[in-house]
């Protein structure tokens, strides 16, 4: 594993140009987002492993700033505005920044994190499908218009509808954050009647028998896909070779972590995350096998596609690889 760090670090070192040299960052801004989505990043926050493999490069004590947003259109403007160095995205959100950042400092995915399966769940009985929200109905999601949700609803009405009602039911749409929607679902009392969720939020909100699953995200792209992956800018990761390679390795860490002993990690992301789940419903979720915590990313194609195809991508890249840097990539055996 130490042969694998040092070599990728040595690698990392050449990308600056000749003759400059910058003293690198001593303090690591991470963005996350809520749920056991984000194991990797709860457990490599608790175990300091940034820190560690930060001081084996030989960098120091660097601290890391750990933070949580609502969702990814607010981490890439925290990424865009330089107050971030890392952030969470789904796929959506890293194929918007990437064509926004293309030809200034260039955002690009240094790792998947997972693949995960994401539902619509409806509170009222009476929606059996799409074609059943009324105008009074609200859908929950992270965001509007541009967060994996959203996108996937569209992919959902582009089937059901035509491709050219694919926005039918983006009207309805309103942002949540995850904890939030949760707590409206279960109330009750509120407009919102649907929610497009992410682990384990979505299976919490199943096991109220008012709750059903009126779509899973593999109903629309087979094989499953990566719900999130880790971004940063090539300023950063030219200016930074040591802390970019330490964060990706303590990135592999916990992701050997949390697949070595799911228990384990169950009890880490709670104390870490603070989340008042039950621990069996945690320890359900990392053992549901349509979770996987790898670094390969799966199918972005099909996003890139759908996005270029409805014209909500303006200027799509020729093919998903093009976003995700040459490591990302190696994870993935490419």
């Not at 069996?280 to 972005?300: C, G, M, R, S, Y």
């Not at 099909?302 to 093919?319: E, I, N, Q, R, Y």
């Amino acid at each position: 594993m130490f042969r694998g760090l040092f070599a990728l670090v040595a690698v990392l070192s050449l990308l600056a140009r000749p003759g400059e040299v910058f003293a690198e960052a001593t303090e690591l801004r991470v963005a996350k987002q809520f749920g056991s989505a984000y194991m990797q990043f709860f457990i490599m926050q608790d175990q300091k492993m940034v820190e560690k493999h930060a001081k084996a490069a030989g960098l120091g004590d660097v601290s890391v700033d750990w933070a949580t947003f609502r969702s990814s259109d607010v981490m890439n403007d925290a990424l865009i505005s330089g107050t971030v160095d890392f952030v969470c995205l789904g796929i959506t959100g890293i194929i918007t920044i990437w064509s926004k950042t293309k030809d200034r400092i260039g955002v690009k995915a240094a790792a998947a994190l997972n693949v995960a399966p994401l539902y619509l769940n409806v509170r009222d009985p009476a929606i059996a499908s799409l074609a059943d929200f009324k105008e009074t109905h609200r859908i929950a999601m992270p965001a509007v218009k541009v967060s994996m949700q959203a996108i996937l609803l569209q992919m959902a009405a582009a089937r059901a509808f035509g491709e050219a009602k694919y926005d039918a039911l983006d009207h309805l749409a309103v942002s949540m954050a995850h904890p939030d929607a949760t707590a409206a679902m279960l109330a009750g009392s509120t407009d919102v009647v649907a929610n497009f969720s992410s682990p384990p939020f979505q299976y919490r909100q199943l096991k109220d028998a008012r709750i059903h699953r009126l779509l899973n995200s593999t109903d629309l792209v087979d094989g499953g896909i990566s719900f999130n992956v880790i971004a940063t800018t090539a300023k950063f990761r030219n200016e930074n070779p040591q802390a970019y390679g330490a964060f990706l390795a303590a990135l592999r860490e916990a992701t050997a972590f949390v697949n070595a002993d799911k228990r384990r990690a169950a009890e880490v992301y709670l104390k870490a995350s603070g989340e008042k789940t039950p621990f069996a419903d945690i320890a359900e979720v990392l053992n549901d096998p349509q979770i996987v915590f790898t670094t390969k990313p799966l199918n972005i194609q099909s996003f890139v596609d759908f996005m270029a195809k409805v014209g909500t991508l303006k200027s799509p890249p020729a093919a998903w690889k093009e976003m995700f840097f040459p490591e990302a990539l190696a994870a993935a055996g490419d």
